[in-house]
């Protein structure tokens, strides 16, 4: 392509020392980069200078270095690839407790918590635990609750259930919000949880709002944190209180919690346990995104990449995102871009996702799951017990453990096989522990 020097504007003209130059003008670079219109982002201007200052902001850059891309040559390449790698930048969410683009899967349950706003009779139906794997997505369905309560009128309080939360709502959230709703300061901060919360909810229910408290990663390290805060989330319930809680956590913590006796305010949630997405909603989770971002991903490819994520949340986010940074100035995304994706995100979620997980289990747990995946396939329980040679009564009672947690689960009687496809192969290449790592038989 010849080489030609740039000026802003449209079509072919006069410059001011008089020679003719080749203009050429924002449209067409959006021709270029775009199919169709894209109205949110783009908005045509008669003033050129103005719409390439949108262009520039747009992309991310400063205005002088759109100008200086657009005066060399190849310029309308250099603009396109800014252009969509910047797009393709911001589509997918693969990081833990960001809301992804397109949330999918989950209709059913924030049906039934906006239903339970709704209703009066308090008690467990204003109680809702969520657990399952990380990158299943928890944290986004405590933010999704939070966003239905707060459009319901609610008030919300977000918490992490990290050493000192009772302590946090008592001394700080609670009388915060008392002190925003005319109660005085001393009223406020003298008195306990329980009193706050009766005092903030009978306040809420007088205006027919509520209260809603979202606590995450729920583990047994505050036990008896939780003891006080579901004391007084069991008497907010029993006197008909204006207040919902929403939980979340892994399913080991969560488990122990409710056998907790202590804790019958949560034994009285509904405990959800969330599964992977259906592979259809998988697939509007990829495609629109991609759309969305101006391109493309061939039907193949897309299959290859819906099927790859096996429905998890995580991975659908984590493969969106690789695969829409492998050629980010191509506009179609390739099989080829997929399979690379997909090598990328077992590399990554063995050695983030799954390790993280896998440190929260027990050390035994860790060495059954390392033993099974020895296997290509489902793993007999008798071939696990004489890997690591202790005796069969031992190696049921710890993938009981596993089952439950929702690690593994039994494909027939005497053989057990991994939730997560992935997990297997994870496992071999970053083995948890090298310790733990039995000889390969
Ligand atoms: N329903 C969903 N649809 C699409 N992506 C989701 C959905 N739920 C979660 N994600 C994505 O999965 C990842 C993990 O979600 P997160 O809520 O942090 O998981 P968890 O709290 O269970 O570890 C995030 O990148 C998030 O954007
Ligand atoms: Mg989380």
Same mark, same amino acid.
């Given at each position: 392509?010849?080489?030609?020097?740039?000026?802003?504007?449209?079509?072919?003209?006069?410059?001011?020392?008089?020679?003719?130059?080749?203009?050429?003008?924002?449209?067409?670079?959006?021709?270029?980069?775009?199919?169709?219109?894209?109205?949110?982002?783009?908005?045509?201007?008669?003033?050129?200078?103005?719409?390439?200052?949108?262009?520039?902001?747009?992309?991310?850059?400063?205005?002088?270095?759109?100008?200086?891309?657009?005066?060399?040559?190849?310029?309308?390449?250099?603009?396109?690839?800014?252009?969509?790698?910047?797009?393709?930048?911001?589509?997918?969410?693969?990081?833990?407790?960001?809301?992804?683009?397109?949330?999918?899967?989950?209709?059913?349950?924030?049906?039934?918590?906006?239903?339970?706003?709704?209703?009066?009779?308090?008690?467990?139906?204003?109680?809702?635990?969520?657990?399952?794997?990380?990158?299943?997505?928890?944290?986004?369905?405590?933010?999704?609750?939070?966003?239905?309560?707060?459009?319901?009128?609610?008030?919300?309080?977000?918490?992490?259930?990290?050493?000192?939360?009772?302590?946090?709502?008592?001394?700080?959230?609670?009388?915060?919000?008392?002190?925003?709703?005319?109660?005085?300061?001393?009223?406020?901060?003298?008195?306990?949880?329980?009193?706050?919360?009766? /005092?903030? #909810?009978?306040? *809420?229910?007088? =205006? @027919?709002?509520?209260?809603? %408290?979202? !606590?995450?990663?729920?583990?047994? +390290?505050?036990?008896?944190?939780?003891?006080?805060?579901?004391?007084?989330?069991?008497?907010?319930?029993?006197?008909?209180?204006?207040?919902?809680?929403?939980?979340?956590?892994?399913?080991?913590?969560?488990?122990?919690?409710?056998?907790?006796?202590? /804790?019958? #305010?949560?034994? *009285?949630?509904? =405990? @959800?346990?969330?599964?992977? %997405?259906? !592979?259809?909603?998988?697939?509007? +989770?990829?495609?629109?995104?991609?759309?969305?971002?101006?391109?493309?991903?061939?039907?193949?490819?897309?299959?290859?990449?819906?099927?790859?994520?096996?429905?998890?949340?995580?991975?659908?986010?984590?493969?969106?995102?690789?695969?829409?940074?492998?050629?980010?100035?191509?506009?179609?995304?390739?099989?080829?871009?997929?399979?690379?994706?997909? !090598?990328?995100?077992?590399?990554?979620?063995?050695?983030?996702?799954?390790?993280?997980?896998?440190?929260?289990?027990?050390?035994?747990?860790?060495?059954?799951?390392?033993?099974?995946?020895?296997?290509?396939?489902?793993?007999?329980?008798?071939?696990?017990?004489?890997?690591?040679?202790?005796?069969?009564?031992?190696?049921?009672?710890?993938?009981?453990?596993?089952?439950?947690?929702?690690?593994?689960?039994?494909?027939?009687?005497?053989?057990?096989?991994?939730?997560?496809?992935?997990?297997?192969?994870?496992?071999?290449?970053?083995?948890?522990?090298?310790?733990?790592?039995?000889?390969?038989?």
């Amino acid at each position: 392509m010849p080489s030609r020097a740039i000026e802003l504007g449209s079509g072919d003209g006069q410059t001011k020392d008089g020679r003719r130059r080749a203009f050429i003008g924002v449209d067409d670079i959006l021709a270029e980069v775009t199919d169709r219109p894209m109205p949110t982002l783009w908005i045509p201007s008669h003033n050129r200078r103005s719409s390439l200052a949108h262009l520039a902001s747009v992309i991310g850059i400063r205005l002088g270095s759109l100008v200086a891309l657009l005066r060399r040559n190849n310029h309308k390449s250099q603009v396109c690839r800014v252009y969509r790698s910047y797009m393709a930048r911001d589509q997918f969410t693969p990081t833990f407790g960001v809301s992804p683009p397109l949330l999918v899967g989950r209709d059913d349950l924030i049906a039934e918590f906006t239903a339970s706003l709704a209703d009066d009779r308090g008690s467990s139906t204003r109680a809702t635990i969520y657990t399952g794997s990380r990158g299943i997505g928890k944290t986004v369905m405590l933010n999704e609750v939070e966003r239905v309560a707060r459009a319901h009128g609610w008030l919300v309080i977000s918490e992490t259930a990290y050493a000192g939360f009772v302590d946090r709502l008592t001394n700080i959230t609670l009388p915060g919000l008392l002190t925003s709703h005319g109660y005085s300061n001393t009223t406020a901060s003298t008195q306990s949880f329980g009193d706050q919360l009766k /005092l903030v #909810s009978d306040h *809420l229910r007088s =205006l @027919h709002s509520g209260l809603l %408290i979202t !606590l995450d990663e729920l583990n047994v +390290a505050q036990f008896d944190e939780l003891r006080e805060f579901g004391a007084a989330l069991y008497q907010a319930f029993s006197d008909n209180g204006a207040v919902a809680f929403v939980g979340a956590g892994l399913p080991r913590s969560v488990n122990l919690i409710l056998a907790d006796p202590a /804790l019958s #305010s949560l034994q *009285l949630a509904d =405990l @959800h346990v969330l599964s992977p %997405i259906n !592979l259809n909603d998988a697939k509007h +989770a990829l495609r629109v995104p991609i759309e969305g971002s101006d391109r493309e991903i061939e039907p193949l490819a897309l299959d290859d990449a819906v099927q790859a994520t096996g429905g998890y949340p995580f991975r659908i986010q984590l493969l969106g995102h690789l695969i829409s940074h492998e050629h980010p100035d191509e506009r179609v995304i390739t099989r080829d871009d997929v399979a690379s994706g997909v !090598l990328e995100v077992r590399e990554r979620i063995g050695s983030w996702q799954l390790e993280s997980e896998l440190t929260e289990l027990p050390e035994n747990d860790r060495a059954l799951l390392v033993a099974m995946a020895t296997d290509h396939g489902p793993s007999k329980t008798s071939a696990i017990a004489s890997r690591l040679t202790i005796g069969q009564s031992s190696v049921d009672k710890w993938l009981a453990h596993l089952i439950e947690g929702g690690v593994i689960h039994q494909t027939r009687h005497g053989e057990v096989d991994f939730v997560q496809p992935l997990l297997r192969e994870c496992l071999r290449v970053h083995p948890v522990s090298p310790s733990l790592e039995p000889n390969a038989s």
